[in-house]
């Protein structure tokens, strides 16, 4: 099991930014992909951004050039540097995380952050 604790949202003016973090507790030594999904009113929960434990990252293209994501192995957090915010960047966030058991993956979630983007 694994438990994800999210900090950092909020109301922010279009153009601003905001960081977002992520605290991993349990059973993290098997935590593979480690990120963030989010979710607007209306519409399907998507992908924000993900780093695996190698490090490599796939953002979703709305992401690109303006959040940036980070990884902290040794403390379990992970991190969602949001830049030039846009008012469609407005939703529910929720950090992700994947612990692999053998072939198996296990997906676990946050109970989400609130991040309003005003025009």
């Known amino acids: 099991q694994v438990q994800l604790v999210e900090s950092g949202g909020g109301l922010v003016q279009a153009g601003g930014s905001l960081r977002l973090s992520c605290a991993a507790s349990?059973?993290?030594?098997?935590?593979?992909?480690f990120g963030w999904y989010r979710q607007a009113p209306g519409k399907q929960r998507e992908l924000v951004a993900v780093?695996?434990?190698?490090?490599?990252?796939n953002y979703a293209d709305p992401a690109k050039g303006r959040f940036s994501i980070s990884r902290d192995g040794a403390k379990n957090l992970v991190y969602l540097q949001m830049n030039s915010l846009k008012p469609e960047d407005t939703a529910v966030y929720y950090c992700?995380?994947?612990?692999?058991?053998?072939?198996?993956?296990?997906?676990?979630w946050g109970q989400g952050t609130q991040v309003t983007v005003s025009s």
């Open positions: 992700y995380g994947e612990v692999v058991v053998g072939n198996l993956g296990y997906d676990y």
């Open positions: 349990g059973s993290t030594f098997s935590l593979n992909n």
């Open positions: 780093i695996r434990s190698d490090g490599v990252i």
